[in-house]
């Protein structure tokens, strides 16, 4: 004798999707489709514009090498040289200072800090800081060190906001 329990348990049959739903989802999705479209329209115009105007600028070797040493900010010309090495720069300089940070945190909160206070603390301000937009941590930076504290603005103080 087989009880209830016993019984394989049958699957709602399947039903059709309503009339009315696939109005609402071809509606929406002739929508989300426009407006996409519409938002690529000054992209991609920005994007030709850039391409056909900038790519015999690009294609020179003046771009890439030129120094801006003594050129003015009305001179013609110019490159993209500085721009590289002081990304390059500020980029090992922020690692210079956060990479030990992050690892002597790391070290404090599993071995010291886990269920302390402190520990507590620090996760909190970790998971706030993670959260941050870059430009609010530089606006604060400029406020702290150049502002307040009276520094000059420098490849330091932009170190410390990223």
């Known amino acids: 004798m087989t009880s ?9 049959t399947f039903q059709g999707v309503s009339l009315r ?6 509606t929406a999705t002739a929508l989300v489709t426009g407006s996409v479209l519409v938002a690529l329209v000054p992209l991609l115009w920005v994007l030709y514009s850039v391409v056909t105007k900038g790519y015999a600028a690009l294609t020179s070797s003046g771009w890439w090498t030129h120094s801006q040493a003594g050129t003015t900010a009305f001179a013609p010309g110019g490159g993209v040289y500085h721009a590289i090495v002081g990304t390059l720069l500020q980029g090992f300089a922020c690692a210079a200072i956060s990479i030990p940070i992050g690892i002597f945190v790391a070290i404090f909160l599993v071995e010291y800090g886990g269920g302390t206070w402190l520990g507590k603390v620090t996760t ?3 998971d706030i800081l993670t959260g941050v937009p870059s430009i ?3 606006l604060f930076i400029y406020a702290l060190w150049v502002a307040t504290l009276g520094f ?10 990223l």
């Open 124 to 126: 909190f301000m970790v």
């Open 136 to 138: 609010v941590a530089a």
């Open 4 to 12: 209830m329990l016993d019984r394989p348990v049958k699957a709602p």
């Open 152 to 161: 000059p603005r420098s490849g330091f103080a932009v170190s410390l906001a």
């Open 21 to 26: 739903r696939k109005i609402v989802n071809n």
